[in-house]
């Protein structure tokens, strides 16, 4: 799991700098740089759910009723720790494919003011929403300029960058339903080794008081000897001491 987890991250800065590239590689390079993020992408999920899986079966192992509580707690400790660190990547992932959308949005604002300068921040910021913003732009250029060929780019890249936005959208939301359901495992997790944890304490504080009380049956078993045995000497030294007295006709 540790591998597959450096491996993610390593995907997750490949995928950042394939980002970066596409937001302004043009239409020649644009193909390739796509199809290398893709990729990276698709690698990176399919070890999100080879990790998922993993955990699956880590949970199972920390709750297995047949080894000793202590072991459970050993094991539901890894648990967490492996899927927080998971969480974590998860969140950077997401974060960084947000960030792509905001950026490739950010692209057709700035087409739509250059295209249509007579229009307010607001206006293109409306505008880079819709869903025909391409087409609107292409209109434009060609009524403006006549030149077929310059509106078509312009098309096709407000199409590209909406249907990069769109692939975006999707993935950052089965990202948040893969960091939900991690959260979740965690939180189960940590409510069964909350519940050890508790149980451990008492046994720890039943322990240190049955200890208490044993040494103190023990000094009190200790004081009774030492009773016993001056008791002991007086008796046998009274008695001695009588016997002389006797002896001597003082008695």
Avoid at 57 to 71: F, P, R, T
Avoid at 229 to 248: E, F, H, P, Y
Wanted: net charge neutral; aromatic share 4%; with cysteine.
């Amino acid at each position: 799991m540790h591998t597959h987890l450096s491996a993610i991250s390593n995907n997750i800065e490949c995928i950042g700098k394939l980002h970066g590239e596409a937001i302004y590689a043009d239409r020649a390079k644009r193909p390739r740089i796509l199809q290398a993020r893709e990729q990276y992408a698709a690698d990176t999920q399919a070890m999100f759910n080879t990790i998922l899986a993993d955990l699956q079966v880590l949970e199972l192992a920390a709750n297995d009723e047949a080894i000793a509580k202590c072991d459970r707690a050993m094991r539901g400790g890894r648990f967490i720790a492996l899927a927080r660190e998971f969480s974590a990547q998860i969140n950077a992932f997401r974060k960084m494919e947000d960030e792509q959308a905001v950026r490739n949005h950010d692209r057709l604002v700035r087409l739509y003011l250059v295209i249509c300068p007579e229009a307010s921040d607001d206006d293109a910021q409306r505008a880079a929403s819709r869903g025909n913003v391409g087409q609107e732009l292409a209109e434009r250029i060609e009524q403006q300029t006549g030149q077929i060929n310059d509106a078509q780019k312009l098309l096709q890249d407000a199409v590209d960058r909406q249907n990069d936005i769109a692939s975006i959208t999707y993935a950052a939301g089965e990202l948040t339903r893969l960091h939900n359901q991690v959260l979740e495992m965690i939180g189960r997790q940590q409510a069964r080794l909350d519940i050890i944890t508790v149980w451990h304490e008492k046994v720890e504080a039943t322990n240190s008081q049955n200890t208490q009380q044993a040494a103190g049956a023990k000094r009190r078993r200790l004081w009774l000897i030492v009773a016993t045995l001056i008791l002991l000497i007086i008796v046998t030294t009274v008695g001695t001491v009588l016997g002389v007295l006797a002896s001597q006709g003082r008695l």
